[in-house]
């Protein structure tokens, strides 16, 4: 540990961290679906993350990293306590679309299904989708992030995706999911 | 169907590495030959590629929301480093800051670090409802105070609850509920603070929150966390 880094994250560090707030919560909540609990393990993640600074070997890769630190969170939340997350939950997320055009309305109903299929998922196959399609990360990285080989990387994608594919292909166009909008 | 035939030769996850981008240059090339000759298997990639937008869209929009950002409690003001050299002054070695960072799973990692101590004003952050945890981290603190009060020395401890850690400071899921009530009656320096957040969560899933007597609630453990850094206090995580 670099003597220096006692003396606290750099500035740099810290804007990096800050700007990492919103990447870290969307994650959260595609793995958990529920914002408060996003909220809270964003935060917490963040928290580890600025108290352990000296752990980053590589400033580079500080996305990845972070990304380790919540799902570090979250196991450590399921460790806890049973995990209360559920397609139910979503219901909490949905905003108030009845004043929305029509348009928008389409894409939130859209956006909805979606969320409550990948939330259906497994949550190992979840985190791995949601890494890989979120945030663009290669497989390499996922295994890092998540702890795993390559292959179990690429085995989870597959399933999700065989998962959603069904579910979902109704809905792949914008003119499909109008109708459904509008009954 | 078709579809299984083709999966013999090129797998499933070849295809969706095609997808992702993941295949070398020479799979690459190969896969487009194929899919220059098979329109099922161009569909089997349109639909992947369909699946992958449509994740990737359905999450686009989703920003911390409904709370006030950490962005506008004025991070640039964050004490963090100011702390520090506070810890270092104090003779906090980098064997405690290590401990300070440590992992649930390493229970009292943190806490073995807080006997150490000789920093006045601390902050105990407990996110976990273990009751081993929860137990080592009261331990801890006692033994903190008990040596504090017998060198004569003036220390503030808080130890601040979120996420199931708050079950420390519930009067129905306390598992220390007497020993909680008992530190607080011989240490008025010490004191507990739980997070609104996860009080609020708690809430909307149907659990009532019954806190302790003369429990303090914070916003959220975060901001506490935040304002006692920038207040020079040291942070411990249980």
Known sequence: ?183 | MSTMDRLEDVSREMQNAFVDGQLDAAEWSAMLERLAEDAALRRDICELRAAKDLVRGAYADVKPGGREPLRSRGWRGWGIAALLVACVAAGWTGRALIGAGGDDGNAGQGAAALRDLTADRILVHVSSGNPETLGTALDEVEDLLRGARAAGRKVEVEIVANSTGLDLLRVDASPYLARVATLRRQFPNVTFVACNQTIERLREHGVAVDLLPGVHVAPSALDQVVKRLQGGWVYIRA
């Open chain 1, 1 to 183: 540990m670099s003597f220096l880094r006692l003396f606290g994250p750099s500035a740099e560090f810290r804007r990096r961290i800050e700007q990492s707030r919103e990447m870290l919560y969307r994650l959260a909540f595609a793995w958990c679906h529920d914002a408060p609990l996003a909220d809270d393990l964003a935060q917490d993640a963040l928290v580890r993350a600025l108290t352990r600074e000296a752990q980053l070997r590589d400033p580079e890769r500080l996305k990845s990293w972070l990304c380790a630190i919540l799902a570090n969170c979250l196991a450590d939340h399921h460790r806890r306590r049973r995990s209360h997350e559920g397609v139910d939950a979503l219901e909490n997320v949905e905003a108030d679309a009845r004043d929305r055009p029509e348009e928008s309305l389409a894409a939130m109903q859209l956006a909805q299904r979606v969320r409550t299929e990948v939330a259906r998922l497994p949550l190992g196959q979840r985190q791995v989708l949601t890494l890989v399609d979120l945030e663009g990360f290669s497989y390499a990285a996922v295994g890092e992030i998540l702890s795993l080989p390559i292959g179990t990387v690429m085995s989870r994608l597959c399933r999700a995706r065989q998962a959603l594919r069904g579910p979902l292909m109704g809905f792949a166009s914008p003119s499909a999911a109008r109708i459904r909008s509008v009954k």
